[in-house]
């Protein structure tokens, strides 16, 4: 799963995790206080969720790392195309 697009979001907003929590308490608490409620729309929700589980995925996608390095050994393919593989994945960059 490819959460670089997701961290891009994160760091627009400027998300953090810690911040968030803190946020979160702090307006509970002030609601409780205040007798305020306030209701999270079902947008946000779904991206919560989404976050949540790109969050788990794994940064590095060992099962692609081990089948490049099985490659590597074995000649099929060159250091260059796995390269030119990435930056095309990553970049959307034609060679």
């Known amino acids: 799963m490819d959460i670089s697009r997701v961290q891009d ?4 907003y400027g998300v953090n ?5 803190k946020k979160v ?3 509970e608490g002030a609601a ?3 007798g305020e409620t306030f209701e ?3 947008s ?10 790109a969050m788990k995925a794994p940064e590095v996608r060992e099962d ?3 089948l490049a ?5 074995n000649g099929n393919i060159t250091p260059e195309e796995i390269a030119n593989s990435i930056l095309r994945n990553k970049l959307n960059i034609k060679f």
């Not at 979001?9 to 627009?12: I, K, N, S």
């Not at 390095?69 to 050994?73: A, C, I, M, S």
Request: hydrophobic share 40%; glycine share 6%.
């Open 9 to 12: 979001a994160m760091r627009v």
């Open 17 to 21: 995790k810690v911040d968030k929590v």
């Open 25 to 27: 308490e702090k307006a």
């Open 32 to 34: 409780k206080a205040t």
């Open 40 to 42: 999270v729309s079902g």
């Open 44 to 53: 946000a929700k779904d991206f919560s969720k989404i976050l949540g589980e």
């Open 64 to 66: 692609k790392v081990e």
């Open 69 to 73: 390095k099985e490659n590597l050994e």
